[in-house]
């Protein structure tokens, strides 16, 4: 029989004379990353590496560091990084539907945006002046007076013809047109012409012919003279305008002389201007065709000359680190805005806006993998931008509408950025292997381990990170008593007396939880006994079902027995993790053992309320029966196993051996000590395998057996290989230093067995037979009368079959 755990062995404590410090006052501040190094590799490796495809996934669990880690390895390797050139969309002149993305230099962006809004400030105050001025009036008034005088002379010469035949040139509603006339100079009417003789009305049509195509002529060259009157006008213009626009379009192209695509754009711009002359001149009102219909007066718009800056990198100090919070598909890639005038959504390339994706181009952008996965379109859009290295703002939703509506296409603009995507395990393994682009696009992978070794320099660390909590949350100072419980806390969330936890949210929220009821009871310090108080008041926060649920087991109705024996039963612990908070609970399983064919059979598969790992530790189970009691002989038997009270489903291995006792005691007919609780999973061979959750099992008995009345007889069995995970609360070592509670660690399921029964387990002996007086000896005797009773049956079937037939 295996020796009981000494309290020694249930609790590592922290000698509080390992720290040299008084308080955490003492202590210099604390910067870097506990506990890590396998992650911080891992992520110096992936930001110095600039090659395609070797963007960043940190996972790890919730609160082990990762956002922390990142922000503050950036923030210090982005301000000596070089600072990425500014971008813009400019209007482009020879397609408007896709605006023109234009690179300048650090800040340069804005000072062109200055520099053309200037540009028409001034051009919408000196054009007009040219077109008001002396001498334009003198030129413009120049070349009409000598159309108006080409037009009269044409006109008067013909006139002068037609009086002379007798002709004149009348207006009508058609044009022009010549008609005979009287000598009184009237036109002459068409009764008149009908009464005429034939030889004159043939000689005014004749004449009227000739004069007829002479004033065509006449018109026609009016008409050519005043298309050559509106050319020269638009020269003049042209001429007047470039004088007051060319020298500034000329200035802003010398200024920007290294950068072609500005210079092309600038001529655009010019060209541009001097075609649109009339929207720079100034604009008469015009008078509605009703009165009371008042229109708006129509301005002319300048916008396509203006400069859209889509980012502006003047104010940063090292290449840009982006955070996206919320990395929706517009939030990511950018939006093209719209605005509703008239009734009619209406854009323009001055409404597209950047996204987080521009901001940190050239730089890192960080974003959480779950965020980024539950936001349509993000995800694959976001793949497709790094591995073409360009990003396009995009209207996602046109391909979806009924009717496709004309839309702006923005030019695409180059893409280099580090990505880092910051999640949980499942979904870094989930992508992994599901998404052949997602393992060519995020080939570093930066884990972060919830747990780290407990050694000297860890528990320090830990005193540093709790001076560093206090001084950024201004909290009471810790004392050596109180780092000493903080590092305990960090054993029992590791579950191993030799690690501790690196899930520092947790340990933050118990800095501040001691700080307050310290702060309550009017401390200047943060104590040992402030910690345990701040344990347990999270605790009585949060074990309302705990409670609850052990009332009912004390009331009965919910029957788990701490005392006396019985055959076939056994109490069994498991772990009912609420989120969070988890703790044990007993579970009371029975077995029934009878003659027959059957097997094992276990009731809760047979329910369908049985997992797979627990359907494999039934098949273990049965197993390891035929490998040890049917080594010489078959054995027949048929036997339930059963977790009683229970309407929900089982999963596990953790009971397998509390299952195991159960079967056996029901075989051997030997009662099972009630005031004992098992946990432990173990092989086909019948060895004790450790299992999860073993501080939570030993405390949930403990406390059941404590309400019942402890009477030193109350213990737990558990793996052997589970004693490093023991980091007890107080009220247990307490009980197993006076003797009141005892932890059996076993290694092999006969000695759970010997304490269970109080018999020794016997050994199998060369001839395949146990020691008679062991438990293995009942066993096996009491199979061999199942196996015989089965046989016998048999036979008896067997004959009575053939004397049926005789």
């Known amino acids: 029989m295996p020796d ?11 000698d509080p004379d390992v720290f040299t410090f008084n308080t955490t006052d003492e202590l210099p501040t604390f910067t870097g990353t506990i506990g890590q190094e396998r992650a911080l590799n891992a992520l110096d490796f992936g930001l110095g590496l600039d090659s395609t495809g070797f963007n960043i996934f940190i996972l790890g669990e919730n609160g ?26 400019v209007y482009n002149f020879k397609d408007p539907d896709v605006p023109m993305a234009i690179s300048l230099g650090l800040g340069k962006a804005t000072v062109f945006q200055k520099d053309m809004e200037e540009l028409i400030k001034i051009l919408r105050v000196e054009i007009p002046k040219v077109f008001e001025s002396k001498e334009y009036e003198k030129q413009k008034n120049r070349i009409m007076e000598e159309f108006q005088s080409k037009q009269k002379d044409l006109f008067s010469s013909l006139e002068n013809e037609a009086e002379g035949t007798g002709f004149s040139i009348r207006k009508t509603v058609s044009g022009l047109m010549i008609v005979p006339v009287r000598k009184t100079g009237e036109p002459l009417t068409e009764e008149e012409y009908e009464m005429l003789d034939e030889k004159t009305k043939k000689k005014i049509e004749d004449i009227g012919k000739i004069l007829q195509e002479k004033l065509n002529d006449v018109v026609r060259a009016v008409r050519e003279g005043e298309k050559l009157v509106k050319e020269m006008l638009g020269k003049l213009e042209r001429e007047a305008a470039l004088a007051s626009v060319g020298h500034l379009i000329d200035e802003l192209k010398n200024k920007y002389k290294e950068h072609e695509n500005i210079t092309a754009y600038l001529k655009e711009v010019n060209e541009d201007i001097l075609e649109h002359l009339d929207d720079f001149k100034v604009q008469e009102e015009q008078v509605p065709s009703l009165p009371f219909m008042k229109l708006p007066k129509a301005e ?25 919070s919320n990395p929706t598909y517009y939030n990511l890639f950018g939006r093209i805005e719209h605005k509703v005038q008239y009734g009619i959504a209406i854009t323009d390339f001055s409404m597209i806006k950047a996204g987080s994706l521009h901001k940190a181009n050239g730089g890192y952008i960080v974003i959480n993998a779950l965020d980024l996965l539950r936001n349509i379109f993000a995800y694959d859009a976001l793949k497709r931008a790094v591995r073409n290295g360009e990003i396009k703002i995009e209207d996602v939703w046109e391909q979806y509408r009924l009717i496709s509506t004309t839309t702006l296409k923005p030019e695409a603009i180059p893409l280099n950025v580090k990505v880092i995507l910051v999640g949980n395990p499942y979904l870094y393994y989930l992508l992994y292997n599901l998404d052949e682009e997602y393992r060519e696009l995020f080939k570093v992978k930066a884990d972060f381990d919830s747990r780290m070794e407990r050694t000297d320099e860890n528990i320090h660390k830990y005193a540093s990170f709790v001076a560093m909590r206090c001084r950024d949350e201004k909290l009471l100072p810790f004392d050596r008593s109180g780092i000493a419980k903080v590092v305990e ?26 700080h307050y009821w310290a702060s309550k009871a009017n401390s200047d310090i943060v104590r040992g006994e402030h910690i345990q108080k701040a344990l347990n008041e999270k605790i009585f926060r949060t074990n309302r079902i705990e409670e609850r649920l052990r009332e009912m087991i004390l009331e009965g109705t919910i029957i788990i027995d701490t005392a006396g024996e019985k055959v076939g039963q056994v109490n069994s612990l498991a772990v009912l993790d609420l989120g ?46 035929g490998s040890v009691y049917a080594t010489k002989r078959p054995i027949s038997l048929s036997a339930s196993i059963t977790f009683e009270q229970l309407y929900e489903m089982v999963e596990g291995d953790s009971a397998t051996c509390a299952e195991l006792y159960a079967l056996l005691s029901s075989i051997a007919g030997v009662p099972l000590k009630q005031n004992l609780a098992v946990t ?35 213990g737990v069995i558990i793996p052997g290989k589970n004693v490093h995970n023991l980091m007890l609360k107080k009220e247990v070592i307490d009980a197993v230093k006076e003797g009141k509670f005892s932890i059996y660690p076993i290694k092999r399921v006969e000695e759970g067995l010997e304490i269970l029964t109080g018999i020794p387990a016997g050994r199998l002996q060369e001839d395949g037979t146990y020691t008679e007086g062991t438990i293995n000896h009942l066993i096996a005797k009491r199979l061999t009368e199942i196996s015989e009773a089965v046989r016998e049956k048999k036979e008896e079937e067997k004959e009575k079959g053939k004397e049926e037939e005789g």
């Open 4 to 14: 009981k755990l000494s309290a020694d062995e249930l609790y590592k404590c922290c």
């Open 300 to 324: 002319p718009t300048f916008t396509r000359y203006t400069v859209n800056v889509l980012v502006n990198n003047k104010d940063c100090k090292g290449a840009p680190c982006v955070f996206e």
């Open 489 to 514: 806390f960090g054993s029992r969330l590791a579950e191993h007396q030799g690690k501790l936890s690196s899930r520092f949210s947790d340990i933050a929220d118990l800095i501040i939880e001691a």
């Open 580 to 625: 969070d908070y988890s703790f044990g609970k007993p579970s009371r399983i029975t077995a029934k053992t009878y003659a027959g064919k059957a097997g094992v059979v276990n009731i809760e598969r047979e329910t369908k309320m049985s997992g797979r790992i627990h359907e494999k530790a039934i098949l273990i189970i049965t197993n390891y029966l």
């Open 680 to 714: 432990g999973s173990m092989d086909q061979n019948g060895d004790v395998q450790p299992v999860g959750g073993v501080n939570e099992k030993i405390e949930g008995f403990f406390e059941l057996c404590r309400l019942s009345g402890l009477d030193g007889t109350h």
């Open 64 to 89: 082990t560091g990762k956002m922390t880690t990142i922000k503050s390895i950036l923030s210090q390797r982005a301000v000596n990084e070089p600072v990425p050139q500014d971008w813009c969309y």
